[in-house]
Nanobody, 119 residues
Framework: QVQLVESGGGLVQPGGSLRLSCATS????????VGWYRQAPGKQRELVAV???????NYADSVKGRFTISRDNAKKTVTLQINSLKPDDTAVYYC?????????????WGQGTQVTVSS
């Protein structure tokens, strides 16, 4: 059974930082691309950051320079360090995996973790 469990969300003031983590099990983590997506109220889910099995990363333009994705294949975890948070970053953040290379999201999703940026 595949499980993805996100953690680390919360309420933070503008300019603050958070570190999101996603722990996976039941999946051959090391061969798959892993991504973070987010969905704000009334908006479509969008890609935030993605990292391939080789460690190549890609980011949405809106988060470049502020977000950093990393992975630990031994622990089967992926982390998203988010700095200089803005109110527009408020959303539910989801971890995704299950595909190789670039392209559409994989079939496996976590339950999401809420990030709220507000003063």
């Amino acid at each position: 059974q595949v499980q993805l469990v996100e953690s680390g969300g919360g309420l933070v003031q503008p300019g603050g930082s958070l570190r999101l983590s996603c722990a996976t099990s039941g999946v051959d983590f090391s061969i798959y691309t892993v991504g973070w997506y987010r969905q704000a109220p009334g908006k479509q889910r969008e890609l935030v950051a993605v990292i391939t099995s080789a460690g190549t990363t890609n980011y949405a333009d809106s988060v470049k320079g502020r977000f950093t994705i990393s992975r630990d294949n031994a622990k089967k975890t992926v982390t998203l360090q988010i700095n200089s948070l803005k109110p527009d970053d408020t959303a539910v953040y989801y971890c995704n995996t299950g595909r190789v290379g670039w392209g559409s999201p994989g079939p496996y999703w976590g339950q999401g973790t809420q990030v709220t940026v507000s003063s």
